[in-house]
């Protein structure tokens, strides 16, 4: 499906006019149409102008899943403010430093925050007022009643940002990608391509908004004009029952989430029929993991890579190699480029391309990328290089069949007596032994060789880890340099909610006081 639409005021115009009495949003006992929900968010532009607010201005969102979120980003479309979406598993100092970082002006927040935004409230200057969204003390939909519609559209260019997500800030203070009309729109009918969406599916939307697993395939969804049924939070057993008692068509989940879903009691015996796609990615899937995966969901697996910078997907692998034995090593690559995305492989000191099959750096160029970092012009400069290319700091390759294989961020790749170890090549490795339930690899320092691998290992269920075997285990599988040097047990690694180790924070206890040579 391709679009002459250059922003989503019109995207959203366009299927009001089509489908005005077809659903558009589902969410808990709410259903709302298409002709609701374009009258909320005029409102909600309305609101927002009678606030004060003009173009280039930003408003952010505290809480949970709720459709509220979805209004305000597309209301910001309409009127050319922009929607900062903050993660609400962010420390309160972490919270502070994002609502200040965008400069928000009104700060949307759900009852579950109030409390903490309260705590807080003297230590965010720009924000001049709080609006509860649901719950008991709801303050949004009386903010919304108290404005007729407003028609009036503000003249979108388009690389207007009108919606901010901040990158996941696993090595420090997050950044703001501005995602913009032309990025947004260009993923949406980029993965409809791939993944089939159309305005016949029901895409249940489960990941927080504050992602671009939650957010973008919102946004892809009402590009395509089908249904969106949001939940307020990936609860593993709520996401299987409404994959089957609203014949979804379509879900995004995360390895973490999906591990758990594949062990909750009953999971085989709901009815998956309606599913064309489940859609995977944001962090690595054990192999065991995805092989209960493939049980549970045959036939629709898609694993995907991304970044919000590109404004999600930029790579994909889809059912036919998940199922195939005879490509069966393909199960631990990205797949290859969606429509429209460039991947090349450059050296990440000097920029030049590497030879195919060679770890290097992934550059991505295409249409959906982000215009820059709020705020951060420099930061911005180093991501983006003057002719296009995003460079991800991920490091991979590609293979003779135009794979992409991702091996590590560049900066967690272990630089040991000169020799580049990639911990990802380790993590499978080890993930397969039966012991072994989740494993992360990191570097700690060495006299000798200036930085060694060290695993991380959680042990699975009713097992103890022999450290010593594993290693033996390491040993027959990999080269002597990649072996791990030590095993650490742990009962669980630190991971944020899309799924991904936060080995920084591994990492810290043996660098602390040591300066870390960094690629």
Not at 437 to 457: F, H, L, Q, S
Request: charged letters at 20%.
């Amino acid at each position: 499906m391709t679009s002459q639409l250059t922003d989503f005021t019109s995207t959203l115009a366009r299927w009001e006019a089509e489908r005005p009495d077809s659903v558009a949003i589902r969410f808990g006992g709410t259903a709302r149409t298409w002709s609701e929900l374009a009258r909320r968010v005029r409102q909600n532009a309305a609101a927002q102008r009678a606030a004060g607010l003009r173009p280039g201005d930003r408003v952010a969102v505290l809480d949970f899943n709720h459709p509220a979120c979805l209004e305000l980003t597309l209301a910001c479309a309409q009127i050319g403010t922009a929607n900062a979406v903050v993660n609400f598993r962010l420390a309160p100092p972490e919270i502070v430093y994002v609502v200040n970082d965008a400069a928000a002006r009104i700060l949307f927040v759900g009852p579950e925050f109030a409390a903490a935004v309260a705590q807080v409230r003297d230590q965010l200057p720009t924000v001049e007022r709080v609006i509860q969204v649901g719950g008991a003390d709801d303050e949004y939909e009386a903010w919304l009643a108290a404005h007729r519609p407003d028609p009036e559209v503000h003249p979108a260019h388009p690389d207007d940002c009108f919606v901010q997500l901040y990158t996941s800030g696993t090595t420090g203070f997050p950044k703001g990608a501005m995602l913009t009309h032309r990025g947004m729109l260009a993923h949406a009918e980029n993965c409809a391509v791939d993944f089939r969406i159309d305005p016949d599916a029901r895409v249940q939307v489960a990941m927080p908004l504050y992602h671009v697993g939650g957010t973008s395939y919102a946004l892809i969804t009402i590009s395509a004009g089908a249904q969106i049924v949001m939940l307020r939070l990936p609860d593993p057993a709520t996401v299987l029952e409404v994959l089957e008692s609203e014949r979804i068509t379509h879900t995004f989940l995360v390895p973490a989430l999906m591990a758990v879903m594949a062990q909750v009691p009953g999971a085989a015996d709901h009815d998956f029929s309606a599913l064309k796609a489940v859609t995977y990615g944001a962090s690595p899937m054990p192999l065991p993991v995805m092989r209960a995966c493939l049980e549970l969901f045959p036939g629709v697996m898609h694993q995907v890579y991304g970044m919000t910078e590109a404004c999600g997907v930029v790579s994909a692998l889809g059912p036919e190699d998940h199922e195939d034995p005879a490509v069966a090593h393909r199960l631990v690559s990205a797949g290859r480029p969606i429509h429209n995305v460039e991947i090349e492989i450059r050296d990440p000191a000097t920029g030049g391309p590497v030879p195919r099959g060679e770890v290097g750096e992934i550059w991505v160029r295409t249409q959906q990328l982000m215009r820059g970092y709020w705020g951060k012009p420099d930061a911005t400069a180093a991501a983006i290089t003057p002719d296009g290319w995003l460079r991800s700091g991920d490091g991979g390759y590609v293979d003779a069949d135009g794979y992409v294989y991702v091996t590590d961020r560049i900066k967690d790749m272990i630089i040991s007596g000169g020799e580049n170890i990639y911990p990802a090549e380790i993590e499978r490795v080890l993930a397969e032994h039966p012991t072994v339930a989740d494993v992360a690899v990191i570097g700690v320092p060495d006299d000798r060789w200036g930085e060694v691998p060290k695993a991380v290992v959680v042990p699975a269920p009713g097992c103890e880890v022999d450290t010593e075997a594993l290693l033996a285990y390491c040993r027959e599988r990999l080269a002597g340099f990649k072996c791990p040097k030590s095993v650490d047990v742990a009962e669980e690694l630190p991971r944020n909610l899309t799924g991904k180790v936060l080995k920084k924070n591994l990492r810290e206890p043996y660098w602390e006081g040591r300066e870390r040579r960094l690629v």
